[in-house]
């Protein structure tokens, strides 16, 4: 029911009430409902009118009535106060797996920040690094001379021992 709706059920409402001479109030609870018909026509038949209200209501409930805001608008409120504990729950449960990500991506600029400063270090590394790979090259024929004839003396030791145990 819409606001305009409601205000005019409450102006009509406040109206009958102004406009009667005796207004009878009942407690309906415990009638069956073929007793509560028989009375309804009965007073129909004199002339009054009759209704059945839920509750009795008093003029700031009609006033709290009057200033509820449309259906619609109830309905919103409803569906956001049950989905914003959701989205709460549904947070709480992606928030690591986005963490990880925001850690995974940092790591990945990270290392790409890095790899340009890795391959300009490598240039200047690689030729100091065949300079000195050539003077061992040049020196190898005398390292494996200087081997050779330390193994040269052993060699012909072994062979004198092999020779003495023929004899």
């Known amino acids: 029911m819409h606001r305009s709706d409601k205000e005019r059920v409450v102006s009509q409402l406040a109206e009958r009430l102004r406009s ?5 109030v009942a407690d309906y609870r415990g009638l069956t409902m073929p007793e509560i018909e028989e009375l309804r026509t009965r007073l129909l038949e004199a002339g009054a009118r009759f ?9 700031d409930a009609i006033k709290q009535l009057a200033t509820l805001p449309p259906t619609d608008v109830l309905r919103a409120q409803l569906v956001g106060a049950v989905s914003a504990p959701l989205a709460t ?16 991506d940092a790591r ?8 340009p400063e890795a391959e300009a270090a490598a240039e200047v590394e690689e030729p100091q690094a065949e300079a000195p790979a050539e003077e061992p090259s040049e020196e190898q024929p005398e390292e494996p001379s200087a081997e050779a004839e330390e193994a040269a003396p052993e060699a012909e030791s072994e062979e004198e021992e ?3 145990d023929e004899d």
């Open 108 to 115: 990945i600029k990270q290392l790409q920040e890095q790899e």
């Open 20 to 24: 009667t001479e005796t207004l009878m």
């Open 51 to 59: 209704l059945i209200e839920g509750s009795l209501v008093g003029d």
């Open 89 to 104: 729950v549904v947070g709480l449960f992606t928030a690591p797996l986005r963490d990880l990500v925001g850690v995974l």
């Open 162 to 164: 092999a020779s003495g």
